[in-house]
């Protein structure tokens, strides 16, 4: 099952190169991994999303918990955190598929950032699920080039996660 | 006072209560070596090889309990501590080792030496530091100590370099260290351990089943009264070996791959395991769908990692070792009738286990013609001190010494466990003949193991350390011999050493002593003569070269399915 991780970390040289070779060292997987910093001073935030049953995952967190430079790590199960993602999409539009490009554009409120009599430049945001959606649209037009954020994620409610 | 940070460093060592350094001189830490030149506190000791120098701060670790510390230059140097800090790793041994860099500037260059020893040990130690800026020196050092020795111990590695060693500042040590990301829980949760004892207590069949964290945690003496009070068998890792005396009735000896029939019987059918600092390691659960299936586990850890990491747990309780299992014996004393009756309730289990004990003891079949390798362990033993320290290699010597090497004190077995590092042995007798130049300290190795270190015979002849070097010699590397011929047809690919070593003559060309046998009659006589001699000596035993380690659960077996003779 995915699951996606926030991890409050110190702000430290190598913090990244810490978590990353925790996962590949244990052999977890990472499906997306985000970070930068946070409102509070020296800290930063990353978000990871990451798949296992629940052994796996209890292991993930303790091991990433277990990093000295590691704050504070939740992870957030279905439902408890609303989660976004960026996609800079480059598709082809000519002559008819200029205008199917432009309607899924706005039907999934997307922006164009870029344009050329050949080609368009997408700006998406959303669930990663409306991110493949689009996607999924765009691909028989003519993909011809993805960049996608990774997921972040925060939790719902009044209450701030802090260091 | 203003001073430059290599002084810093040594300064807050100091502070830190270090008196000894193991290291090895480089470019990038001669400023460090000048300012020991005259550091009066210090007492250094220059092994061979910087692998050694680290091995020698662990054997000193494990020995005394406290931190040891090592040096080493940059980039090879540094790249040679390696082997030494994932050994250390392993096993949470408490370590600060000191690397000497290139000057801030040059780094990323491919600098002369230059080595990204912080990339490098990311994955072999507890933490690791660069230090940037001498101002954060002290700070760094004290968070160093703080983290090796603190929660489960392991080695923490600090960067240096040169510009910075150089640079100058106010030297103030802070009192009190604050690491946000860093608490280990060190106090067992107290409805944990209710809820534990109350458990244990229902129990008919139980075992007390320890490892390394025993020894690291310096909770020996809360185990074994806790063991004897309600009066449950004890099984020991290799790491936990000594942390309950093996003379005690209640003890089974080693479990695991090589463990005691009894032992590995009695984790089949126990009905409750209650680990205490040790890891369900593979070594020691053999095939994990199998292990122990009757048994529920109360597993005891400093480290939350460890636990549900290869078997599920019952009721787990995170904290100190020490503090469990004192709380735990208070718990017990407010239960005196259940334990009372509890007790009673043992009597058929304690019938089943001393069945087992009489059915397949650790045994070995005697020779008049040739040494038998269990024999010499058996004499050194009935020939050395009461609290001898013994360091072992990697391979069949290291599994005798644990089958027939009685201990019964901790702090007395110095042997890689975890990483099963081959050459360990001599560097880390060296490092605890440093820490206790009074005690006997033995190291026991293969003819293979003691050749990747033999270089320290140097470092003990000059340093005077009178370390008794036994090696049993079967001019194979016996272990993996052993495997080709249980599983792979005796073909014996690259284990054969061909060319035998003159023993004598190595010893004498370091300017120690060399004895040698291969007669059963002349074992205790070589002995005696080593154990007589003052200074450091290497005994060699010609064995029988055949002999194998049993007995033995095969790879992937179960624990009851040992191998008892082939």
């Known amino acids: ?163 | 006072m203003k001073m430059n940070g290599a002084r810093i460093m040594l300064e807050c060592l100091k502070k830190e209560g270090v008196d000894t350094v193991f290291g090895y001189p480089g470019g990038t830490v001669i400023n460090i070596y000048d300012e020991l030149y005259n550091f009066k506190e210090i007492r250094h000791i220059l092994p061979r090889h910087e692998q050694a120098g680290v091995h020698a701060a662990d054997g000193y670790a494990r020995a005394t309990g406290k931190v040891g510390v090592a040096f080493a230059t940059s980039g090879p140097g540094a790249t040679n501590t390696v082997t030494g800090i994932a050994t250390a790793y392993m096993d949470s041994i408490p370590l600060v080792i000191v690397t000497g860099q290139v000057p801030t500037a040059l780094i990323g260059n491919d600098a002369f030496q230059e080595a990204d020893i912080i990339g490098i040990t990311r994955s072999c130690t507890k933490h690791n530091f660069l230090v940037r800026d001498v101002k954060d020196l002290a700070t760094i050092m004290k968070k160093a100590f703080y983290i090796a020795r603190s929660g489960r111990p392991g080695p923490v590695l600090v960067d240096l370099p040169k510009d910075v060693q150089i640079a100058q500042t106010e030297f103030i040590y802070p009192e009190t260290i604050e690491i946000r990301g860093y608490k280990p829980n060190l106090i067992g949760h107290p409805k944990q351990v209710e809820k534990a004892v109350d458990l244990l207590l229902t129990s008919r069949k139980p075992v007390i089943y320890v490892g390394g964290g025993v020894v690291l945690g310096n909770a020996a003496e809360g185990l074994t009264s806790l063991a004897r009070k309600l009066s449950i068998p004890v099984t020991t890792t290799l790491m936990g070996l000594g942390s309950f005396p093996e003379n005690d009735s209640l003890s089974l000896g080693m479990l695991g791959m090589h463990g005691a029939y009894c032992a590995n019987m009695a984790m089949t059918h126990s009905d409750m395991i209650i680990a205490v600092g040790a890891r369900f390691d593979d070594r020691v659960t053999g095939k994990i769908a199998t292990f122990a299936p009757h048994a529920k586990i109360i597993h005891i850890d400093v480290d939350p990692t460890s636990i549900k990491k290869n078997v599920r747990v019952d009721l787990p309780i995170v904290g100190d070792v020490k503090d469990v299992l004192t709380k735990m014996i208070k718990q017990a004393d407010k239960n005196k009738e259940k334990v009372a009756e509890f007790k009673d309730a043992l009597v058929g289990w304690h019938e089943d286990i001393a069945g087992w004990k009489s059915k397949h003891p650790i045994s070995y079949k005697q020779s008049s013609t040739v040494i038998k390798p269990q024999f010499v362990i058996q004499k050194l033993r009935e020939l050395s001190d009461d609290d001898a320290i013994i360091a072992t290699d990697v391979g069949q010597h290291q599994m005798w010494t644990a089958q027939f090497f009685e201990f019964n004190k901790p702090r007395t077995l110095l042997s890689s466990g975890g990483l099963g590092t081959m050459g360990y042995g001599l560097p880390a007798a060296l490092g605890a003949q440093v820490a206790f130049p009074q005690r006997q300290v033995i190291t026991i190795c293969g003819d293979g193991g003691v050749q990747m270190n033999i270089q320290e015979m140097a470092t003990l002849v000059q340093n005077r350390l009178p370390v008794k070097i036994v090696i049993l010699n079967n001019n194979f590397l016996g272990m993996v011999r052993q495997w080709q011929e249980l599983f792979f047809d005796k073909r014996y690919s690259q284990t054969c050493m061909e060319m035998p070593i003159d023993f004598i003559k190595l010893a004498e060309a370091y300017g120690a002593k060399g004895f040698s046998t291969s007669k059963p009659s002349e074992v205790e006589k070589v002995i005696m003569q080593g154990f007589k001699e003052p200074g450091p000596v290497i005994m060699e035993f010609k064995i029988a070269r055949e002999e194998k380690v049993l007995p033995m659960v095969p790879a992937g077996a179960s624990l009851n399915e040992m191998v008892l003779n082939a």
């Open chain 1, 1 to 163: 099952m995915q699951h996606t991780i926030s991890v409050l970390v110190e702000n430290e040289f190598g913090v990244l190169a810490r978590v990353a070779s925790l996962f590949s060292g244990r052999g977890f997987n990472i499906d997306s991994l985000s970070v930068a910093p946070t409102n509070e001073e020296g800290l930063s935030r990353m978000t990871i999303v990451t798949r296992g049953d629940d052994n796996i995952l209890e292991q993930i967190t303790k091991q990433l918990n277990k990093l000295i430079d590691i704050i504070k790590v939740i992870d957030f199960t279905d439902g408890s955190a609303i989660e976004r993602e960026l996609a800079l999409i480059k598709v082809s539009a000519e002559d008819e598929s200029r205008a199917e490009v432009l309607r899924i554009v706005d039907i999934f409120r997307a922006k164009i950032i870029d344009v050329t009599p050949k080609s368009y430049t997408i700006e998406a945001t959303g669930n990663p699920l409306k991110i493949d959606a689009i996607l999924e649209l765009l691909r028989p037009l003519g993909l011809k080039e993805l960049v996608r954020t990774g997921s972040v994620a925060i939790g719902r409610g009044a209450k701030g996660w802090t260091g």
